[in-house]
């Protein structure tokens, strides 16, 4: 089991900056992979940006130049920065962990005001 707890959303306004964090509890030796998810009102679920246990990482084309996800093995946390926040950025922001299943974060609300 792999416990995910999430912070670091909040209400900026646009061209703003936001850290989103992730921090993983449990069997985290059995992670090889994590992410970011979103989810905006009446919109589908995104994936923003994922990164391997190996280090490499893939994002959504919106979010390229703008967001980067970062690892700290050592403390078992993934962050996610994002600078050059848009309205469009507005959603409910998930950590997921992929182990032998997948976990996921209660979620952390990010609000990009114009």
């Known amino acids: 089991q792999v416990q995910l707890v999430e912070s670091g959303g909040g209400l900026v306004q646009a061209g703003g900056s936001l850290r989103l964090s992730c921090a993983a509890s449990?069997?985290?030796?059995?992670?090889?992979?994590m992410g970011w998810y979103r989810q905006a009102p009446g919109k589908q679920s995104e994936l923003v940006a994922v990164i391997t246990s190996g280090g490499g990482t893939s994002y959504a084309d919106s979010v390229k130049g703008r967001f980067t996800i970062l690892r700290d093995n050592a403390k078992n946390t993934v962050y996610l920065q994002m600078n050059g926040l848009e309205p469009e950025d507005t959603a409910v922001y998930y950590c997921n962990a992929k182990a032998r299943a997948y976990y996921w974060g209660q979620g952390t609300q990010v609000t990009v005001s114009s």
């Open positions: 449990g069997s985290t030796f059995s992670i090889n992979a």
